[in-house]
Protein backbone atom coordinates (compact mmCIF):
# COMPACT_ATOMS: atom_id res chain seq x y z
CA UNK A 1 0.00 0.00 0.00
CA UNK A 2 1.12 3.65 -0.38
CA UNK A 3 0.93 4.58 2.75
CA UNK A 4 4.18 1.95 3.51
CA UNK A 5 6.32 4.57 1.49
CA UNK A 6 6.35 7.02 4.26
CA UNK A 7 7.66 4.32 6.80
CA UNK A 8 10.75 6.77 6.95
CA UNK A 9 8.52 9.86 7.64
CA UNK A 10 6.78 8.27 9.90
CA UNK A 11 9.45 7.13 11.99
CA UNK A 12 10.68 10.48 12.53
CA UNK A 13 7.49 12.21 13.73
CA UNK A 14 7.74 13.52 17.39
CA UNK A 15 6.58 11.73 20.37
CA UNK A 16 4.20 14.69 21.45
CA UNK A 17 0.62 15.48 21.50
CA UNK A 18 -1.08 17.14 18.25
CA UNK A 19 -2.67 16.36 15.29
CA UNK A 20 -2.26 14.45 11.89
CA UNK A 21 -3.64 14.59 8.56
CA UNK A 22 -3.56 12.25 5.91
CA UNK A 23 -4.00 13.81 2.39
CA UNK A 24 -4.66 11.99 -0.97
CA UNK A 25 -2.50 12.50 -4.45
CA UNK A 26 -4.56 15.59 -5.27
CA UNK A 27 -3.45 17.05 -2.30
CA UNK A 28 -7.16 16.93 -0.33
CA UNK A 29 -7.25 16.19 3.44
CA UNK A 30 -8.83 12.91 3.67
CA UNK A 31 -8.65 12.03 7.81
CA UNK A 32 -8.11 14.07 10.21
CA UNK A 33 -7.05 12.43 13.87
CA UNK A 34 -5.66 13.78 17.25
CA UNK A 35 -2.67 11.65 19.29
CA UNK A 36 -1.53 11.95 22.64
CA UNK A 37 1.16 11.05 21.15
CA UNK A 38 2.07 11.63 17.03
CA UNK A 39 4.25 9.03 16.00
CA UNK A 40 2.50 6.08 17.78
CA UNK A 41 -0.37 6.77 16.47
CA UNK A 42 0.60 7.46 13.12
CA UNK A 43 2.46 4.22 12.96
CA UNK A 44 -0.16 1.83 14.14
CA UNK A 45 -2.03 2.49 10.80
CA UNK A 46 1.18 0.77 9.45
CA UNK A 47 -0.35 -2.89 10.46
CA UNK A 48 -4.02 -1.67 9.84
CA UNK A 49 -4.75 -3.68 6.67
CA UNK A 50 -7.65 -5.84 6.56
CA UNK A 51 -9.30 -4.05 9.47
CA UNK A 52 -12.36 -3.12 7.93
CA UNK A 53 -13.23 -2.11 4.00
CA UNK A 54 -13.54 1.68 5.85
CA UNK A 55 -9.50 1.79 6.50
CA UNK A 56 -8.36 -0.16 3.55
CA UNK A 57 -10.12 2.48 1.42
CA UNK A 58 -8.37 5.21 3.47
CA UNK A 59 -4.49 3.15 3.52
CA UNK A 60 -4.79 2.49 -0.67
CA UNK A 61 -5.86 6.15 -0.79
CA UNK A 62 -3.06 7.88 1.23
CA UNK A 63 -0.01 9.86 -0.50
CA UNK A 64 1.24 12.12 2.42
CA UNK A 65 0.86 12.99 5.91
CA UNK A 66 0.99 16.30 7.41
CA UNK A 67 1.28 16.75 11.56
CA UNK A 68 0.19 19.56 14.15
CA UNK A 69 2.40 19.52 17.14
CA UNK A 70 0.25 21.18 20.02
CA UNK A 71 1.24 22.14 24.00
CA UNK A 72 -1.68 19.26 25.40
CA UNK A 73 -4.06 16.78 24.15
CA UNK A 74 -7.06 19.44 25.08
CA UNK A 75 -5.46 21.30 22.50
CA UNK A 76 -5.49 18.79 20.17
CA UNK A 77 -8.84 18.24 20.87
CA UNK A 78 -10.06 21.37 19.58
CA UNK A 79 -7.89 21.79 16.80
CA UNK A 80 -8.85 18.33 15.52
CA UNK A 81 -12.54 19.38 15.70
CA UNK A 82 -11.61 22.54 14.16
CA UNK A 83 -10.23 21.33 11.00
CA UNK A 84 -12.79 18.20 10.67
CA UNK A 85 -15.52 20.64 10.79
CA UNK A 86 -13.78 22.95 8.12
CA UNK A 87 -12.25 20.46 5.56
CA UNK A 88 -14.98 17.58 6.19
CA UNK A 89 -12.59 14.87 5.38
CA UNK A 90 -14.68 11.90 3.83
CA UNK A 91 -12.90 9.33 6.20
CA UNK A 92 -13.71 11.25 9.74
CA UNK A 93 -17.37 10.21 11.34
CA UNK A 94 -19.58 13.15 10.66
CA UNK A 95 -22.60 13.26 12.51
CA UNK A 96 -25.99 15.04 11.22
CA UNK A 97 -28.47 16.12 14.00
CA UNK A 98 -32.36 15.03 12.88
CA UNK A 99 -33.19 18.49 12.88
CA UNK A 100 -31.16 22.00 12.85
CA UNK A 101 -31.78 23.90 16.42
CA UNK A 102 -32.01 27.76 15.49
CA UNK A 103 -30.04 30.86 16.72
CA UNK A 104 -30.62 34.62 16.89
CA UNK A 105 -28.42 36.62 14.47
CA UNK A 106 -28.36 40.32 15.47
CA UNK A 107 -27.34 42.13 12.38
CA UNK A 108 -24.72 43.81 13.70
CA UNK A 109 -23.06 44.60 10.50
CA UNK A 110 -25.56 46.88 10.03
CA UNK A 111 -25.62 50.17 10.93
CA UNK A 112 -29.40 49.95 12.91
CA UNK A 113 -29.27 46.09 13.77
CA UNK A 114 -32.37 43.93 13.59
CA UNK A 115 -32.89 40.27 15.60
CA UNK A 116 -33.41 37.31 13.35
CA UNK A 117 -33.64 33.24 13.75
CA UNK A 118 -30.78 31.68 11.76
CA UNK A 119 -30.52 28.48 10.78
CA UNK A 120 -26.64 28.56 10.10
CA UNK A 121 -24.01 30.18 11.74
CA UNK A 122 -22.09 31.97 9.05
CA UNK A 123 -18.74 34.14 8.66
CA UNK A 124 -19.38 37.65 8.93
CA UNK A 125 -19.35 40.58 11.45
CA UNK A 126 -23.41 39.81 13.00
CA UNK A 127 -23.20 38.15 16.32
CA UNK A 128 -24.70 34.86 16.81
CA UNK A 129 -26.49 33.61 19.92
CA UNK A 130 -27.26 30.16 20.69
CA UNK A 131 -28.32 27.36 19.42
CA UNK A 132 -31.36 27.61 21.42
CA UNK A 133 -32.97 23.97 22.65
CA UNK A 134 -35.54 23.80 22.66
CA UNK A 135 -36.25 25.90 19.99
CA UNK A 136 -39.13 27.81 20.95
CA UNK A 137 -36.80 29.43 23.82
CA UNK A 138 -35.40 31.49 20.54
CA UNK A 139 -38.84 32.93 19.63
CA UNK A 140 -39.32 33.83 23.33
CA UNK A 141 -35.70 35.58 23.85
CA UNK A 142 -36.48 37.56 20.54
CA UNK A 143 -40.01 38.80 21.55
CA UNK A 144 -38.24 39.41 24.75
CA UNK A 145 -35.62 41.48 23.26
CA UNK A 146 -37.89 43.65 21.00
CA UNK A 147 -40.70 44.25 24.57
CA UNK A 148 -37.74 45.01 26.42
CA UNK A 149 -35.41 47.16 24.26
CA UNK A 150 -37.38 48.04 21.22
CA UNK A 151 -34.92 46.56 18.90
CA UNK A 152 -36.85 46.81 15.16
CA UNK A 153 -37.92 43.71 13.41
CA UNK A 154 -38.76 45.23 9.84
CA UNK A 155 -36.74 44.88 7.26
CA UNK A 156 -36.55 48.44 5.91
CA UNK A 157 -33.18 50.62 5.00
CA UNK A 158 -32.97 53.13 7.72
CA UNK A 159 -32.49 57.01 7.13
CA UNK A 160 -34.02 57.92 9.81
CA UNK A 161 -36.64 60.36 7.56
CA UNK A 162 -40.04 58.52 8.11
CA UNK A 163 -42.42 60.65 8.55
CA UNK A 164 -44.05 58.84 10.98
CA UNK A 165 -43.51 55.15 12.93
CA UNK A 166 -44.87 52.10 12.01
CA UNK A 167 -47.90 49.92 14.36
CA UNK A 168 -44.96 48.06 16.14
CA UNK A 169 -43.85 51.63 18.07
CA UNK A 170 -47.79 52.37 19.23
CA UNK A 171 -47.71 48.66 20.77
CA UNK A 172 -44.13 49.01 22.14
CA UNK A 173 -41.99 46.97 20.44
CA UNK A 174 -40.06 49.07 18.62
CA UNK A 175 -38.63 52.50 19.65
CA UNK A 176 -38.77 53.59 16.20
CA UNK A 177 -35.16 54.27 14.68
CA UNK A 178 -36.99 54.99 11.36
CA UNK A 179 -37.80 58.65 12.57
CA UNK A 180 -34.33 60.65 13.87
CA UNK A 181 -36.67 62.56 16.24
CA UNK A 182 -37.85 59.76 18.01
CA UNK A 183 -34.91 57.98 18.36
CA UNK A 184 -31.38 58.62 17.30
CA UNK A 185 -28.62 56.27 16.24
CA UNK A 186 -26.31 56.65 19.42
CA UNK A 187 -30.45 55.92 21.23
CA UNK A 188 -30.26 52.71 18.92
CA UNK A 189 -27.17 51.64 19.98
CA UNK A 190 -27.47 51.33 23.66
CA UNK A 191 -30.67 49.03 23.01
CA UNK A 192 -28.24 47.09 20.78
CA UNK A 193 -25.76 47.08 23.55
CA UNK A 194 -28.57 45.62 26.28
CA UNK A 195 -29.98 43.47 23.57
CA UNK A 196 -26.31 41.29 23.35
CA UNK A 197 -26.00 41.39 27.03
CA UNK A 198 -29.13 39.74 26.82
CA UNK A 199 -28.07 37.10 24.80
CA UNK A 200 -25.01 36.60 26.05
CA UNK A 201 -26.46 35.82 29.23
CA UNK A 202 -24.60 38.64 30.85
CA UNK A 203 -27.76 39.05 33.18
CA UNK A 204 -25.74 40.82 36.12
CA UNK A 205 -24.44 43.17 33.73
CA UNK A 206 -27.50 43.95 32.40
CA UNK A 207 -29.46 44.38 35.64
CA UNK A 208 -26.85 47.05 36.39
CA UNK A 209 -26.69 48.87 33.42
CA UNK A 210 -30.99 48.79 33.61
CA UNK A 211 -30.82 49.85 37.11
CA UNK A 212 -28.65 52.90 36.27
CA UNK A 213 -30.84 54.53 33.43
CA UNK A 214 -33.55 53.49 35.39
CA UNK A 215 -32.08 56.39 38.07
CA UNK A 216 -31.18 58.61 34.95
CA UNK A 217 -34.79 58.98 34.00
CA UNK A 218 -36.29 59.05 36.93
CA UNK A 219 -33.98 62.09 38.31
CA UNK A 220 -34.66 63.65 35.42
CA UNK A 221 -38.30 63.50 35.45
CA UNK A 222 -38.84 60.84 32.50
CA UNK A 223 -41.23 59.11 34.45
CA UNK A 224 -42.49 56.58 31.67
CA UNK A 225 -39.38 55.93 30.21
CA UNK A 226 -38.20 55.38 33.97
CA UNK A 227 -41.23 52.80 34.31
CA UNK A 228 -40.89 51.17 31.04
CA UNK A 229 -36.96 50.43 32.46
CA UNK A 230 -38.51 48.96 36.17
CA UNK A 231 -40.53 46.75 34.26
CA UNK A 232 -37.58 45.30 31.98
CA UNK A 233 -35.29 45.46 35.16
CA UNK A 234 -37.91 43.05 37.03
CA UNK A 235 -38.19 40.96 34.10
CA UNK A 236 -34.39 40.50 33.42
CA UNK A 237 -33.67 39.74 37.12
CA UNK A 238 -36.93 36.65 36.83
CA UNK A 239 -35.26 35.27 34.12
CA UNK A 240 -31.50 35.53 36.02
CA UNK A 241 -32.98 33.36 39.40
CA UNK A 242 -34.92 31.10 36.91
CA UNK A 243 -31.72 30.43 34.94
CA UNK A 244 -29.76 29.79 38.03
CA UNK A 245 -32.07 27.80 39.63
CA UNK A 246 -32.17 25.32 36.31
CA UNK A 247 -28.39 25.28 36.18
CA UNK A 248 -28.28 23.71 39.59
CA UNK A 249 -27.24 19.84 39.29
CA UNK A 250 -29.11 18.53 42.43
CA UNK A 251 -32.35 19.37 39.90
CA UNK A 252 -30.75 16.95 37.36
CA UNK A 253 -29.29 19.43 34.85
CA UNK A 254 -27.47 16.87 32.18
CA UNK A 255 -27.37 15.31 29.43
CA UNK A 256 -27.63 11.10 28.41
CA UNK A 257 -26.18 9.79 25.33
CA UNK A 258 -27.70 6.62 23.74
CA UNK A 259 -25.47 4.89 21.09
CA UNK A 260 -26.27 2.09 19.10
CA UNK A 261 -23.22 1.17 16.47
CA UNK A 262 -23.93 -1.36 13.53
CA UNK A 263 -21.86 -2.34 10.06
CA UNK A 264 -24.37 0.10 8.12
CA UNK A 265 -23.65 3.23 10.51
CA UNK A 266 -24.49 4.43 14.28
CA UNK A 267 -27.51 6.12 15.93
CA UNK A 268 -27.16 8.25 18.99
CA UNK A 269 -29.67 9.65 21.26
CA UNK A 270 -29.23 12.58 22.89
CA UNK A 271 -31.80 13.15 25.96
CA UNK A 272 -31.47 16.52 27.33
CA UNK A 273 -32.42 17.06 31.16
CA UNK A 274 -32.96 20.37 32.52
CA UNK A 275 -34.55 20.76 35.75
CA UNK A 276 -34.62 17.18 36.53
CA UNK A 277 -37.11 16.60 33.54
CA UNK A 278 -36.52 15.80 29.75
CA UNK A 279 -37.02 18.98 27.58
CA UNK A 280 -35.83 17.58 24.31
CA UNK A 281 -34.36 14.66 22.59
CA UNK A 282 -31.50 14.82 19.94
CA UNK A 283 -30.96 11.92 17.30
CA UNK A 284 -27.57 12.43 15.56
CA UNK A 285 -26.79 9.52 13.55
CA UNK A 286 -23.51 8.46 10.80
CA UNK A 287 -23.52 7.77 7.44
CA UNK A 288 -23.31 3.83 6.14
CA UNK A 289 -19.82 3.03 6.64
CA UNK A 290 -18.06 0.29 8.17
CA UNK A 291 -18.22 1.10 12.15
CA UNK A 292 -17.53 -3.03 12.69
CA UNK A 293 -13.59 -1.76 13.38
CA UNK A 294 -12.51 1.43 15.33
CA UNK A 295 -9.33 4.00 14.04
CA UNK A 296 -5.99 2.03 14.58
CA UNK A 297 -4.68 3.13 18.39
CA UNK A 298 -7.84 2.88 19.66
CA UNK A 299 -9.37 0.13 21.41
CA UNK A 300 -13.14 0.30 20.79
CA UNK A 301 -15.11 1.78 18.01
CA UNK A 302 -17.93 3.07 20.31
CA UNK A 303 -15.66 5.29 22.36
CA UNK A 304 -14.59 6.79 18.97
CA UNK A 305 -18.23 7.15 17.88
CA UNK A 306 -18.68 8.60 21.22
CA UNK A 307 -15.92 10.94 21.67
CA UNK A 308 -16.29 12.59 17.62
CA UNK A 309 -20.44 12.62 19.11
CA UNK A 310 -19.16 14.63 22.06
CA UNK A 311 -16.63 17.46 19.46
CA UNK A 312 -19.34 17.72 17.36
CA UNK A 313 -22.41 18.02 19.64
CA UNK A 314 -21.13 20.83 21.62
CA UNK A 315 -19.92 22.69 19.23
CA UNK A 316 -22.27 24.91 18.73
CA UNK A 317 -23.54 24.17 22.79
CA UNK A 318 -23.02 24.72 25.84
CA UNK A 319 -22.60 21.71 27.83
CA UNK A 320 -24.06 21.01 31.18
CA UNK A 321 -22.89 20.14 34.56
CA UNK A 322 -23.10 16.04 33.85
CA UNK A 323 -22.96 13.94 30.45
CA UNK A 324 -23.62 10.57 30.91
CA UNK A 325 -21.97 8.02 28.32
CA UNK A 326 -23.22 4.66 27.92
CA UNK A 327 -19.37 3.48 28.26
CA UNK A 328 -16.17 5.41 28.67
CA UNK A 329 -13.98 7.27 26.01
CA UNK A 330 -10.19 7.24 25.40
CA UNK A 331 -9.18 11.03 26.57
CA UNK A 332 -11.73 11.80 28.98
CA UNK A 333 -9.92 14.25 31.23
CA UNK A 334 -8.96 15.74 28.09
CA UNK A 335 -12.46 16.15 26.85
CA UNK A 336 -13.52 17.10 30.33
CA UNK A 337 -11.06 19.55 30.18
CA UNK A 338 -12.23 21.03 27.03
CA UNK A 339 -16.00 21.10 27.50
CA UNK A 340 -15.13 22.35 31.04
CA UNK A 341 -13.70 25.78 29.41
CA UNK A 342 -16.16 26.26 26.63
CA UNK A 343 -19.23 26.06 29.81
CA UNK A 344 -17.12 28.40 31.79
CA UNK A 345 -17.85 26.02 34.58
CA UNK A 346 -16.60 22.41 35.29
CA UNK A 347 -18.00 19.48 33.29
CA UNK A 348 -18.14 15.85 34.25
CA UNK A 349 -17.75 12.98 31.99
CA UNK A 350 -19.86 9.81 33.70
CA UNK A 351 -20.67 6.03 32.95
CA UNK A 352 -23.48 5.52 35.21
CA UNK A 353 -23.12 1.95 36.91
CA UNK A 354 -26.20 1.49 38.71
CA UNK A 355 -29.79 3.33 39.66
CA UNK A 356 -31.86 5.94 38.49
CA UNK A 357 -28.97 7.42 35.82
CA UNK A 358 -27.92 4.04 34.93
CA UNK A 359 -31.87 3.67 33.35
CA UNK A 360 -31.93 6.71 31.87
CA UNK A 361 -29.00 5.71 29.97
CA UNK A 362 -30.29 2.28 28.89
CA UNK A 363 -33.49 4.48 28.37
CA UNK A 364 -31.32 6.38 25.55
CA UNK A 365 -29.58 3.36 23.84
CA UNK A 366 -33.15 1.29 23.71
CA UNK A 367 -34.17 4.83 21.91
CA UNK A 368 -30.64 4.57 19.84
CA UNK A 369 -31.50 1.29 18.84
CA UNK A 370 -34.76 1.84 17.50
CA UNK A 371 -33.28 4.88 15.72
CA UNK A 372 -30.86 2.47 13.81
CA UNK A 373 -33.50 0.33 12.80
CA UNK A 374 -35.77 2.88 11.53
CA UNK A 375 -33.11 4.96 9.74
CA UNK A 376 -31.13 2.18 8.13
CA UNK A 377 -34.28 0.33 7.78
CA UNK A 378 -34.93 -2.71 9.53
CA UNK A 379 -34.64 -5.54 7.07
CA UNK A 380 -31.30 -4.27 6.25
CA UNK A 381 -30.43 -3.42 9.33
CA UNK A 382 -30.90 -7.30 9.96
CA UNK A 383 -29.09 -8.35 7.12
CA UNK A 384 -25.64 -6.15 8.11
CA UNK A 385 -25.92 -7.50 11.78
CA UNK A 386 -26.01 -11.12 9.71
CA UNK A 387 -22.98 -10.26 7.78
CA UNK A 388 -21.28 -9.06 10.95
CA UNK A 389 -22.19 -12.05 12.20
CA UNK A 390 -20.63 -14.23 9.46
CA UNK A 391 -17.63 -12.07 9.24
CA UNK A 392 -16.69 -13.08 12.87
CA UNK A 393 -17.51 -16.63 12.62
CA UNK A 394 -16.04 -17.24 9.35
CA UNK A 395 -12.54 -15.44 10.31
CA UNK A 396 -13.46 -13.18 7.59
CA UNK A 397 -11.24 -9.72 6.75
CA UNK A 398 -14.25 -8.31 5.69
CA UNK A 399 -17.80 -8.17 6.47
CA UNK A 400 -19.37 -10.25 3.56
CA UNK A 401 -21.15 -7.30 1.62
CA UNK A 402 -20.94 -10.15 -2.24
CA UNK A 403 -21.91 -13.49 -1.56
CA UNK A 404 -21.90 -15.89 -4.72
CA UNK A 405 -23.16 -19.15 -4.36
CA UNK A 406 -23.74 -22.59 -6.39
CA UNK A 407 -25.55 -25.26 -6.77
CA UNK A 408 -25.46 -28.34 -9.46
CA UNK A 409 -28.98 -29.45 -10.68
CA UNK A 410 -29.35 -33.30 -12.13
CA UNK A 411 -31.11 -36.02 -12.55
CA UNK A 412 -29.30 -39.54 -12.62
CA UNK A 413 -26.41 -37.25 -14.54
CA UNK A 414 -28.85 -36.09 -17.58
CA UNK A 415 -28.72 -32.82 -18.54
CA UNK A 416 -25.99 -31.75 -15.60
CA UNK A 417 -26.57 -28.01 -14.99
CA UNK A 418 -25.53 -25.27 -12.30
CA UNK A 419 -26.50 -22.04 -11.49
CA UNK A 420 -24.82 -18.64 -9.81
CA UNK A 421 -26.57 -16.81 -7.91
CA UNK A 422 -25.23 -13.22 -6.14
CA UNK A 423 -26.15 -11.40 -2.71
CA UNK A 424 -24.97 -7.86 -2.10
CA UNK A 425 -25.25 -5.97 1.54
CA UNK A 426 -28.16 -9.12 2.05
CA UNK A 427 -30.33 -8.77 -1.14
CA UNK A 428 -30.43 -10.76 -3.98
CA UNK A 429 -29.18 -9.49 -6.89
CA UNK A 430 -30.72 -11.00 -9.41
CA UNK A 431 -29.29 -9.41 -12.47
CA UNK A 432 -25.98 -10.73 -12.51
CA UNK A 433 -27.68 -14.39 -11.70
CA UNK A 434 -25.93 -17.06 -14.45
CA UNK A 435 -26.56 -20.32 -15.75
CA UNK A 436 -23.74 -23.03 -17.19
CA UNK A 437 -24.44 -26.07 -18.26
CA UNK A 438 -21.90 -28.50 -17.57
CA UNK A 439 -19.52 -29.76 -20.76
CA UNK A 440 -17.44 -32.51 -18.49
CA UNK A 441 -18.26 -36.29 -19.14
CA UNK A 442 -21.38 -37.60 -17.45
CA UNK A 443 -23.33 -34.53 -17.68
CA UNK A 444 -25.67 -35.71 -20.47
CA UNK A 445 -25.00 -39.76 -20.47
CA UNK A 446 -26.66 -41.32 -17.71
CA UNK A 447 -24.54 -44.50 -18.24
CA UNK A 448 -21.67 -42.08 -16.82
CA UNK A 449 -23.33 -41.71 -13.66
CA UNK A 450 -23.42 -38.57 -11.83
CA UNK A 451 -20.37 -36.88 -10.69
CA UNK A 452 -21.83 -33.93 -8.66
CA UNK A 453 -17.86 -32.74 -7.71
CA UNK A 454 -16.92 -32.43 -11.47
CA UNK A 455 -19.31 -30.21 -11.92
CA UNK A 456 -18.74 -28.44 -9.01
CA UNK A 457 -15.19 -27.95 -9.88
CA UNK A 458 -15.66 -26.52 -13.77
CA UNK A 459 -18.38 -24.18 -13.19
CA UNK A 460 -16.31 -23.05 -10.35
CA UNK A 461 -13.23 -23.14 -12.66
CA UNK A 462 -15.43 -21.02 -15.88
CA UNK A 463 -16.88 -18.50 -13.44
CA UNK A 464 -13.64 -17.21 -12.32
CA UNK A 465 -11.48 -17.68 -14.64
CA UNK A 466 -14.12 -15.41 -16.68
CA UNK A 467 -13.84 -12.89 -13.64
CA UNK A 468 -10.39 -13.01 -14.36
CA UNK A 469 -10.58 -11.66 -17.19
CA UNK A 470 -12.80 -9.23 -16.57
CA UNK A 471 -10.65 -7.77 -13.55
CA UNK A 472 -14.01 -8.46 -11.48
CA UNK A 473 -16.03 -7.97 -9.18
CA UNK A 474 -14.36 -10.92 -6.82
CA UNK A 475 -17.20 -11.81 -4.01
CA UNK A 476 -15.89 -11.30 -0.29
CA UNK A 477 -17.23 -15.37 0.73
CA UNK A 478 -18.03 -18.18 -2.05
CA UNK A 479 -20.75 -20.35 -0.67
CA UNK A 480 -21.36 -24.05 -1.89
CA UNK A 481 -24.58 -25.97 -1.80
CA UNK A 482 -23.00 -29.01 -0.17
CA UNK A 483 -20.74 -30.48 2.12
CA UNK A 484 -16.81 -31.23 2.39
CA UNK A 485 -16.81 -32.46 -1.25
CA UNK A 486 -18.27 -30.01 -2.88
CA UNK A 487 -16.04 -27.68 -1.29
CA UNK A 488 -12.57 -29.03 -1.80
CA UNK A 489 -13.78 -29.63 -5.32
CA UNK A 490 -14.14 -25.89 -5.53
CA UNK A 491 -11.15 -25.06 -3.87
CA UNK A 492 -9.33 -27.16 -6.51
CA UNK A 493 -10.79 -25.17 -9.04
CA UNK A 494 -9.85 -21.83 -7.48
CA UNK A 495 -6.11 -23.22 -6.99
CA UNK A 496 -5.83 -24.27 -10.32
CA UNK A 497 -6.48 -20.49 -11.78
CA UNK A 498 -4.87 -18.65 -8.80
CA UNK A 499 -7.25 -17.35 -7.06
CA UNK A 500 -7.09 -19.67 -3.38
CA UNK A 501 -7.04 -16.54 -1.48
CA UNK A 502 -11.19 -16.65 -2.03
CA UNK A 503 -12.75 -17.76 1.13
CA UNK A 504 -15.30 -20.57 0.24
CA UNK A 505 -17.26 -22.49 2.59
CA UNK A 506 -20.55 -25.31 2.08
CA UNK A 507 -23.85 -25.18 3.47
CA UNK A 508 -24.89 -28.84 4.08
CA UNK A 509 -28.67 -29.63 3.26
CA UNK A 510 -29.73 -31.92 6.26
CA UNK A 511 -28.01 -31.20 8.35
CA UNK A 512 -27.88 -27.03 7.97
CA UNK A 513 -24.21 -26.66 9.06
CA UNK A 514 -21.47 -24.68 7.65
CA UNK A 515 -18.13 -26.67 6.66
CA UNK A 516 -14.65 -24.89 6.05
CA UNK A 517 -11.55 -26.19 4.46
CA UNK A 518 -9.69 -25.56 6.98
CA UNK A 519 -11.66 -26.29 10.19
CA UNK A 520 -12.30 -30.14 10.55
CA UNK A 521 -15.44 -29.76 12.95
CA UNK A 522 -18.84 -28.17 11.16
CA UNK A 523 -20.40 -24.31 12.22
CA UNK A 524 -23.54 -25.49 14.07
CA UNK A 525 -25.62 -22.36 14.11
CA UNK A 526 -28.91 -21.40 16.35
CA UNK A 527 -31.85 -23.01 14.55
CA UNK A 528 -33.07 -18.90 14.05
CA UNK A 529 -29.66 -17.38 13.87
CA UNK A 530 -30.20 -13.97 11.14
CA UNK A 531 -26.65 -15.52 10.08
CA UNK A 532 -27.78 -18.97 8.99
CA UNK A 533 -31.24 -18.13 7.85
CA UNK A 534 -29.41 -15.56 5.31
CA UNK A 535 -27.18 -18.09 4.04
CA UNK A 536 -29.81 -20.76 3.82
CA UNK A 537 -32.39 -17.71 1.77
CA UNK A 538 -28.93 -18.16 -0.40
CA UNK A 539 -28.81 -21.58 -0.99
CA UNK A 540 -32.60 -22.05 -1.57
CA UNK A 541 -32.60 -19.29 -4.17
CA UNK A 542 -29.50 -20.98 -6.03
CA UNK A 543 -31.11 -24.41 -5.80
CA UNK A 544 -34.66 -22.75 -7.09
CA UNK A 545 -32.13 -21.40 -9.89
CA UNK A 546 -30.73 -24.42 -10.62
CA UNK A 547 -34.20 -26.85 -10.72
CA UNK A 548 -35.60 -23.72 -12.99
CA UNK A 549 -32.89 -24.06 -15.60
CA UNK A 550 -32.44 -27.91 -15.37
CA UNK A 551 -36.42 -28.38 -16.38
CA UNK A 552 -36.34 -25.75 -19.11
CA UNK A 553 -33.16 -27.68 -20.66
CA UNK A 554 -35.01 -31.09 -20.22
CA UNK A 555 -38.22 -29.59 -22.07
CA UNK A 556 -35.59 -27.95 -24.68
CA UNK A 557 -33.70 -31.36 -25.16
CA UNK A 558 -37.32 -33.43 -25.55
CA UNK A 559 -38.35 -30.10 -28.45
CA UNK A 560 -35.39 -30.97 -30.19
CA UNK A 561 -35.74 -34.62 -30.36
CA UNK A 562 -39.57 -34.44 -31.37
CA UNK A 563 -40.21 -31.36 -33.45
CA UNK A 564 -36.55 -30.84 -34.73
CA UNK A 565 -36.69 -34.59 -36.35
CA UNK A 566 -39.55 -33.36 -38.51
CA UNK A 567 -38.48 -32.70 -42.29
CA UNK A 568 -39.16 -29.05 -42.69
CA UNK A 569 -39.51 -27.88 -39.00
CA UNK A 570 -37.08 -25.69 -38.25
CA UNK A 571 -36.53 -23.19 -35.12
CA UNK A 572 -39.07 -20.73 -36.66
CA UNK A 573 -41.57 -22.98 -37.23
CA UNK A 574 -41.49 -24.98 -34.01
CA UNK A 575 -41.67 -21.89 -32.03
CA UNK A 576 -44.79 -21.04 -34.04
CA UNK A 577 -46.65 -24.21 -33.50
CA UNK A 578 -45.35 -24.45 -29.66
CA UNK A 579 -47.12 -20.82 -29.22
CA UNK A 580 -50.04 -21.77 -31.17
CA UNK A 581 -50.70 -25.46 -29.24
CA UNK A 582 -48.83 -24.77 -25.92
CA UNK A 583 -46.60 -27.71 -25.60
CA UNK A 584 -45.60 -31.13 -28.19
CA UNK A 585 -48.88 -33.05 -26.98
CA UNK A 586 -51.05 -30.50 -28.21
CA UNK A 587 -49.03 -30.02 -31.30
CA UNK A 588 -49.72 -34.13 -31.47
CA UNK A 589 -53.76 -33.62 -31.17
CA UNK A 590 -54.01 -30.45 -33.70
CA UNK A 591 -55.71 -31.58 -37.21
CA UNK A 592 -53.89 -31.05 -40.41
CA UNK A 593 -55.84 -28.29 -41.26
CA UNK A 594 -55.54 -26.44 -37.93
CA UNK A 595 -51.34 -27.04 -38.51
CA UNK A 596 -51.50 -26.04 -41.84
CA UNK A 597 -53.02 -22.93 -40.81
CA UNK A 598 -49.72 -22.33 -38.81
CA UNK A 599 -46.84 -23.69 -40.60
CA UNK A 600 -48.88 -24.41 -44.31
CA UNK A 601 -50.02 -27.54 -45.75
CA UNK A 602 -46.55 -29.01 -46.99
CA UNK A 603 -45.77 -29.25 -43.30
CA UNK A 604 -48.54 -30.00 -41.98
CA UNK A 605 -48.22 -33.14 -43.34
CA UNK A 606 -44.78 -33.67 -42.42
CA UNK A 607 -45.62 -33.23 -39.09
CA UNK A 608 -48.53 -35.65 -39.11
CA UNK A 609 -46.46 -38.41 -41.36
CA UNK A 610 -43.83 -37.72 -38.53
CA UNK A 611 -46.20 -38.67 -35.63
CA UNK A 612 -48.14 -41.55 -37.40
CA UNK A 613 -44.91 -43.12 -38.22
CA UNK A 614 -43.79 -42.84 -34.48
CA UNK A 615 -46.67 -43.86 -32.49
Known amino acids: MPIHDLKEQIARLPEQPGVYLWRNAAGETIYVGKARALRDRVRSYLAAAGMSPR ?3 LLDEIASVEVIVTDSV ?29 FLQLTTSESFPRLLVARHVENGADFYAGPFLPARIARRSMSLAHKLFGIRSCNEVITGERGRPCLEYDIKRCIAPCVREICTEEQYGVAVASTRLLLEGRNDELIDTLRERMTDAAGAERFEEAAQLRDALRTVQILRDRQQKVATAQ ?5 VFGLKVGPSGSAIQVFAMRGGRVVERVELATGPFDCAQGTPGMADPDAEVLEAALQQFYELRVPPSEIHLPTGIEDTEDVEAWLSAKAGRKVRIVVPQRGDKKALVELATRNAELSYRTRFNEITAAHFDALETLRSVLGLAAIPRRIECFDIST ?3 SETVASMVVCEDGRMKKSEYRTFRIRSAGSRQPAAGSDDFAAMREVVGRRYRTIMEDGGPFPDLV ?50 DPALLLMQRIRDEAHRFAVTFHRKARSMRDLRSELDAVPGIGPRRRRALLTAFGSLAGVRRATREELASVVGAKAAAAVIDYFARTV
Open 55 to 57: HDA
Open 74 to 102: MEALALENNLIKQRSPKYNILLRDDKNYP
Open 251 to 255: LGDRD
Open 411 to 413: IQG
Open 479 to 528: LIDGGKGQLSAAYEALEHIGLANLVAAGIAKKEEVIVLRDRPEPIVFAEH
